[in-house]
């Protein structure tokens, strides 16, 4: 695996904005789902067994998070936490090379083992944080 900056070619699909445009548009229409007083997503899984699914708490993770309430944002689900942190990183990464049109970071020449390992990587985090979820599934 090898990380690459170059500046991207004018026929490549621009993945920093469109990822941004993603995630700004996500915040924007959450935001106003919520200020509107919908309802907040229901979890199917916890409907039917009683226990947190892997993603439980992401919502309240979100709003603990944006009114920077850090501590209880970590406590509802440290995962989306992870996510949300790694998120507004990589908005300001997209910002500055979509304004600046600046290089941008590839990586390229993955192994099939590298992809493996990622893989495994992020199912373990997913497992972690959902052991966490079910040893404090009393507060959902």
Not at 2 to 8: E, N
Not at 82 to 108: K, N, P, Q, S, T
Request: hydrophobic share 55%.
């Amino acid at each position: 695996m090898r990380l690459l900056w170059r500046r991207a070619p004018g026929n490549e699909f621009d993945h920093e904005l469109a990822l941004l445009g993603v995630s700004v548009g996500t915040v924007v229409v959450g935001t106003i789902w919520l200020a509107l007083g919908l309802p907040w997503p229901r979890c199917l899984f916890r409907a039917l067994t009683g226990l947190p699914c892997v993603s439980c708490g992401a919502t309240r993770c979100t709003i603990a998070f944006l009114h920077g309430n850090f501590l209880t944002a970590w406590q509802w689900n440290p995962f989306a936490f992870v996510v949300f942190c790694v998120l507004i990183l990589f908005d300001l990464y997209a910002v500055i090379v979509v304004i600046g049109r600046a290089a941008r970071v590839r990586v390229v020449d993955w192994t099939a083992r590298e992809k493996k390992v990622t893989r495994i990587a992020i199912i373990c985090l997913l497992a972690l944080n959902w052991i966490y979820l079910l040893a404090h599934h009393d507060r959902f």
